[in-house]
């Protein structure tokens, strides 16, 4: 009958104490630690990745509308530029007629303040001819 019982043997004790079980169940807690760890930092990355995307988008368009501004802008520019060219070069024209009638007023100012040879015999014409008729 002292077959039938079991029999305790005496076991030495693992480097690192407690029970052989306890060495492996302490490493696992850091895998899994890594695990979620690792999983956090992914959804964190993917977070990430869309708010910029999503920024990336917004200024995207912002840009677009500013250069749609920016080529009306210079379109409003350039056609400014036309008419002032147009307007200076009638402005120039202008000018000129101005000093050849400044020439002309002079010339005729000088012609009436000169003293004119009085006519010999001088003809009535228009009306003073029809009243001495």
């Known amino acids: ?24 169940r302490r490493a696992r807690p ?5 695990v ?7 959804a964190l990355a993917v977070l990430g990745w869309g708010l910029a995307s999503r920024e990336v988008a917004t ?10 501004e920016l080529a009306r802008a210079r379109g409003l520019l350039a056609a400014a530029e036309q008419q002032r060219a147009l307007v200076r070069s009638h402005l120039e024209s202008l000018a ?3 000093a050849a009638f400044a020439g002309r007023l002079g010339e005729l100012e000088a012609l009436v303040a ?11 014409t228009g009306k003073e001819g029809e009243r001495a008729h």
């Open 1 to 24: 009958m002292a077959e039938g019982r079991p029999r305790l043997v005496a076991v030495s004790e693992p480097p690192g104490g407690g029970t052989p079980g306890a060495g492996v």
């Open 30 to 34: 850091w895998g899994r630690r890594a």
């Open 36 to 42: 979620w760890l690792l999983a956090v930092a992914l």
């Open 59 to 68: 200024l995207s368009r912002e840009l677009d509308a500013r250069e749609d």
């Open 96 to 98: 000129a007629e101005a």
């Open 114 to 124: 000169s003293d004119p040879e009085p006519a010999k015999n001088p003809q009535p």
